[in-house]
Every structure is written in structure tokens, then in C-alpha cells.
């Protein structure tokens, strides 16, 4: 089992950036796939991002590509979001997510992980 917990987001200016963190418990962090999806008031959650274990494969929602890149530290079990060239309609609560099932390629939907994070907002004013 694995504990996130998500930090990083707060109010930011449309064209601003941001990094997210998700800080893992456990000394297994390197044995799960991870993804970062986002839910918008009204709006069901999204997949935003995905890593392979060791980092080496990544996978974007066609509607962050380009803008958005995810990592990895295995070593201080550690996932990332950077969030660049932010607007208005990335505002979002952003929830890391893992998964334990041994999954051949990256995974995009919610019920593909297995542990969440509580969430972190983020805000981007126009």
C-alpha cells in the first residue's frame, strides 16, 4: 500500500507556471506506474499525465501536450507536474494517482489506480 500526498497548487496568472508534487510513502514507489488527472467543478475527472515505473515512458492528454511535463525520483519517492503556459481552463483540483496492477502500457483512466491523493488546487486566473 502507498500513501500520496499532493502539493503545489495554488492561484496562478494565466501564462504562469507551476510544479506539482505528490510525495509517496513506502519504499515501493519505484514498483508503481503513476498518473496525474484533474477534476473541474462540475466536470468529471481527467487524465492529464502518465509515468512508467522507471520514468523512461510518458503519456499526455492531447489537451496538455506540449505544455505539461511529468517526472519522476524514484530515489526520494517523489512524482512531478510541471504546468506551463497555464490558462483558465487548467483550473482544477489535480489528484496524483498510483497503480499496482501489472499493466503493459500506460494507463489512462481512473480505474486503472489503485491509491489517490486527497488533491491539490490549482487556479489560474484570466
Known amino acids: 500500500q502507498v500513501q500520496l500526498v499532493e502539493s503545489g497548487g495554488r492561484l496562478v496568472q494565466a501564462g504562469g507556471s507551476l510544479r506539482l508534487s505528490c510525495a509517496a510513502s513506502g519504499r515501493t514507489f519505484s514498483t508503481y506506474m503513476m498518473g496525474w488527472f484533474r477534476q473541474a467543478p462540475g466536470k468529471e475527472r481527467e487524465f492529464v499525465a502518465v509515468?512508467?515505473?522507471?520514468?523512461?515512458?510518458?503519456h499526455y492528454a492531447d489537451s496538455v501536450k506540449g505544455r505539461i511535463t511529468i517526472s519522476r525520483d524514484n530515489a526520494k519517492n517523489t512524482l512531478y507536474l510541471q504546468l506551463n503556459t497555464l490558462s483558465p481552463e487548467d483550473t482544477a483540483v489535480y489528484y496524483c494517482?498510483?497503480?499496482?496492477?501489472?499493466?503493459?502500457?500506460?494507463?489512462?483512466?481512473?480505474?486503472?489506480?489503485?491509491?489517490w491523493g486527497q488533491g491539490t488546487q490549482v487556479t489560474v486566473a484570466s
Open positions: 509515468i512508467s515505473r522507471r520514468g523512461t515512458n510518458t
Open positions: 494517482a498510483a497503480s499496482a496492477k501489472p499493466l503493459l502500457s500506460l494507463a489512462t483512466t481512473p480505474a486503472a489506480y489503485d491509491y
